[in-house]
């Protein structure tokens, strides 16, 4: 079925063709590994994966995947939706994640740019470790240094929570998230943390 014979079709309908109908499904994390913990490497960097863009949330960071409870924490002002092109990852279709919010970005963030997140601060993260995106917690912050594609030395972290990954399970919450997009759509809430 093509996008625009799914649109023609009534509210129900389009997601039930245009999206898979998925149970929940998560990826096993070990969130006690003691190297995705190194406050002393991290504070040396200065948080340099933390200045060019907001960690990715896992279904797994929330209470409840509902309307309401997702409405309740992106109110907050600290999160955003953000779209991740298919080619990206190698998906038939675009997937919506919620990820922590970049500075200067709206909450509905399709054009997500390099740029800070909202959260980092002089002295680190807002957040708790126990509180932050699985994206960010499982990172293993690493000393060494590689060079990227412009040739600039960046930091050699590696996390197991691949873009990839949290993609795969935000897949089956497509709905809610695009429900969650519209409500947002032109709203505003100041960061309150
Ligand atoms: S995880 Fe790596 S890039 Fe991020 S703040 Fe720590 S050392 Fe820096
Ligand atoms: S939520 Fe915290 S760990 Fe994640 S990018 Fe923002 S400042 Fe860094």
Redesign the pocket.
Known sequence: MTLKEALEQSEEHFFDSFYRKLPYRSLGKDYSNPDNVNGE??AK??????KRCGCEFSPDDFKEISFDYLKSQIEKGYISIAIIDSELIYNDIDILILRARNKNSPIIDFFTSNSPCILLTSTGCKLDYEHRPSGGKL?V??ENYSENFFGCKV?K?FSPYTIEDCCYEWEPHQKVLHELATYFFKKDYPCSL
């Open positions: 490497i991290c960097c200065g948080g340099e994966c933390c990172m912050p690493s930091h972290c």
